[in-house]
């Protein structure tokens, strides 16, 4: 029995042998398999330049550069010398529709290899994602999950950009621009005149209750300190249905009922909501109307553009605006004229206040950082890898330096010691001014400014010092600002970003949404403005609203949210 026992585990050993051989002979045969085809390939590894063993060129489609060509643009010159790859150029005149181009392209099956709208010029994401339903560009899954290295560090380092640009069908179709600054994403701000608030004597108000108590001082007393008390005009804000955060149910608004910027969308444990018919922006509404009523809000703040607010708080000497609304200190100052009246140093960004039921919190949307909808590599690229990779590279943080930079020792220099970023802390960069004309791509191509990126510039730490042009000190002042709004910022699974819907329903969702953004834009104006009830005209606003299709237009974006990678996550 011992005998046998033995033998039979010998024999198991043998086999167990014989078998692990087997497993490292397979192995090496698919190391040397991969190894031969490395050796064929002509491509170099994923990271290293140049991208090709040989010449490639591959044909791309761009707008229009002005009086300048991107063949003769530096930087293209420069890229094709790194890469290997050389770039065979159409280009849309100035006065070309660039999505007509595409659409001929598309049309005629005679796509370039590389496709290019430019940052201005973004396809939505219903037809980026219609566009690789089609067959029209390719899906890029395969080369950002193998051979990718400037995209692969950004999906590491940046929470939800890859769900972001990933379309209900699992594909990524177009590679992405991100811009990591961080004012962007807290576009809803105030600033407030803090030399009005030393002449009244009052601190930076921290609740609504303070706030109100702040307008009164500004409307009652000389606030500006001109000897006319009747001029001061305690809140100001411009017309603004979406986007640039000034938004008179934005920042106000918050302490009462998260309210985000634009569309006024955010999702609840699951379900996208609208806040403009929720109970907590009723009594918002009630703060709001409180104010006009004692004539602190500027009734011209419904009808006017940013441009009459700055020329109305510029035209003298003494500032009029006592606080306004918006996401830069440009939307009630002039930044940009040389010599400059400096009335913009008076106005500092008011944190988040706190409500009458202890609620402090800010609006975020951390997506507004990827653009996508401007590169895609078509259906019919002759080299699919080498455009990817070419893409890639200006990813990478070398390639986004020199596409939105410009040439080390040229534009930008390495940071000395001592010299500080944004944060205080030792710089990567120093910004050297120079002329940049056709010398970079800039935003043509994607490219990924992180956070980290925009902040480690040298920045001058004070934003008023002789020398620093209000334009340049304003990006300290923003971020500061933004920083605070970050510290009570909502949390990200409340944030509802753009989604990929279908062709059909994003057509459906836009004329309902043109319809209730009026009726809603309209009521908020009467409410505030007394000619409307809120108590009285409050159910009828909102019957309004439904008979209007606002519970269709939630039921396509749920639609959408659900298909996402956001509620698969």
Known sequence: MLLGSAAGCTGGQDSKAESSKEDSS??????????????DSIFNAPGELPIVKEPVTLSIFAPSNGEYSWAENTETLELEDKTGIHL??????SSDDVYDKFSVMFASHTMTDIMLVGVGSRYDKANEALFGAQGLVLPLNEYLDTVSVGYKAAF???DGMRE???????YIYSLPNVDGSLHVQYMMKLWINTTWLENVGMEMPKTTDEFLAVMRAFKEQDANGNGDATDEIPLSTVVSTVGG??????????????TPNGDKLYVDNGVVTYAPVQDGYKEGLKYLA???????INPESFTQDLSNQVNVNEAGEQARIGAFLGMRPGFGCDLASIPNSKKWEQYQSLAPLTGPDGQCIAAWNPYLMYQTGMTFISSTCSNPEAAFRFIDYLATEEGSMRSAIGIEGVHWRKAEPGELDMDGEQAAYTLLNADSTNQTWTQLCGLVRTPKFVTSVTTNQNPYAEGVAPLTGRQIVLYRASKEHEKVRQS???VLPDLYMSEADAEEMSLIKATL???????????????????????????DLENQGLSRYLELLQKAYDASAFAKK
Do not use: R
């Not at 955060?245 to 998260?258: E, K, N, S, T």
């Not at 409180?290 to 602190?296: I, P």
């Open 26 to 39: 397979a192995a090496e045969s698919s190391k040397a398999e991969e190894s031969s085809a490395e050796a």
């Open 88 to 93: 065979d150029w159409s280009i849309a005149s």
């Open 156 to 158: 590491e380092e940046l």
């Open 164 to 170: 972001f640009i990933t379309t209900p069908d699992g």
């Open 245 to 258: 955060g000034a938004q008179i149910d934005g920042f106000l608004m918050a302490p009462f009922q998260l």
């Open 290 to 296: 409180q104010m006009y009523s004692e004539g602190l």
């Open 492 to 494: 990200l699974e409340s």
């Open 517 to 543: 953004t009026n009726t809603q834009n309209s009521a908020l104006v009467e409410f505030i403005t007394g000619s409307k009830d809120i108590e009285t005209g409050w159910e009828s606003y909102k019957n």
